[in-house]
C-alpha cells in the first residue's frame, strides 16, 4: 500500500509541475527543463529521514500552502489548480506519515534520530517562512 501510494503520489508531481508550468507559461513565463536524476537506492534509515523531512515536514506545509493559495487566488484558473493539488499534497503529507510509522514500527529504526532530524526541519522550514509570500504566489 505504501509503495503503490508513492508511486502515485510522484505522478502527482509530475501533473503538477505540468499544470503549474502551463500557468506560468499562459502569464508569459518560459519555463525550464527539469533535470530529474535516475532514483537512487537508500538505506532504510537514509529513507526514514528523508520521509520525516521531505514527506511530514515539508509535504505538509506545501499542502497547507496550496490551500491557503486555493482560497486567496485572483485567478479562477489558478484556484482551481491549486484546489486539486492542495487535495493531493494532503494525501501526500498522509503518506509520509504512515511511512513514518511503517519506519518506527521496525526494530531497527532510531526513533530519536527521526525526531531530531523532524525538529531540524520544523525549525529550518520555519527560519525560512518568517519573511512574507511573494505576491505572485496567489495570483
Known amino acids: ?13 509530475v501533473r503538477h509541475a505540468a499544470v503549474v508550468g502551463a500557468l506560468a507559461r499562459a502569464r508569459g513565463a518560459t519555463i525550464p527543463a527539469a533535470d530529474v536524476g535516475a532514483p ?9 529521514r ?38 493531493d499534497e494532503t494525501r501526500h ?14 526494530d531497527d529504526a532510531d526513533g530519536a534520530a527521526l525526531s531530531a532530524a523532524m525538529r531540524e526541519a520544523v525549525d529550518a522550514l520555519a527560519a525560512s517562512v518568517e519573511a512574507p509570500a511573494p505576491a505572485a504566489l496567489v495570483d
Open 1 to 13: 500500500t505504501l509503495v503503490a501510494g508513492a508511486r502515485a503520489s510522484a505522478r502527482d508531481e
Open 40 to 48: 537512487v537506492a537508500r538505506t532504510l534509515d537514509a529513507m526514514a
Open 50 to 87: 528523508e520521509n520525516i523531512v521531505e514527506g511530514c515536514v515539508y509535504e505538509t506545509w506545501a499542502a497547507m500552502v496550496a490551500w491557503w493559495q486555493a482560497d486567496h487566488a485572483g485567478a479562477p484558473d489558478v484556484a482551481a489548480a491549486q484546489r486539486r493539488i492542495a487535495r
Open 93 to 106: 503529507a498522509a503518506l509520509a506519515w504512515s511511512v513514518r510509522d511503517w519506519c518506527l514500527s521496525r
